[in-house]
Nanobody, 129 residues
Framework: QVQLVESGGGLVQPGGSLRLSCVASGFTFTNYAMSWVRQAPGKGHEWVSATTSGGSRTTYADSVKGRFTISRDNAKNTLYLQMNNLKSEDTAVYYC??????????????????????WGQGTQVTVSS
């Protein structure tokens, strides 16, 4: 059974930090590029960040560049998102998503769930004073 289980969300003040985790099971994690996608209240999905299957390449949306860092530990089948200097506009449900690697340089940068092979249940991040 394929699972992507996110954790680490919560309530944080503006300027604070959180680290999200996504544990994968039921598929070969090292064959998949991974993304983080978020959905703010009342809005559509927004792609946040992505990395290749080996973790050597990363990319970020302009809205989070310089504040968020994506990484993965393939020995632990886990994807991470370190979020620093959080802003109120970062409030959203954060999802991790997997897409088969394909070309070595491929990083998925779409926001629609149907464009991914696997999709997690999400973790809520609320940034508020």
């Amino acid at each position: 059974q394929v699972q992507l289980v996110e954790s680490g969300g919560g309530l944080v003040q503006p300027g604070g930090s959180l680290r999200l985790s996504c544990v994968a099971s039921g598929f070969t994690f090292t064959n998949y590029a991974m993304s983080w996608v978020r959905q703010a209240p009342g809005k559509g999905h927004e792609w946040v960040s992505a990395t290749t299957s080996g973790g050597s390449r990363t990319t970020y949306a302009d809205s989070v560049k310089g504040r968020f860092t994506i990484s993965r530990d393939n020995a632990k089948n886990t994807l991470y998102l370190q979020m620093n200097n959080l802003k109120s506009e970062d409030t959203a449900v954060y999802y991790c998503a997997a897409k088969v690697q394909g070309a070595w340089y491929f990083m998925p940068t779409t926001q629609e769930p149907q464009t991914y092979d696997y999709w997690g249940q999400g973790t809520q991040v609320t940034v508020s004073s």
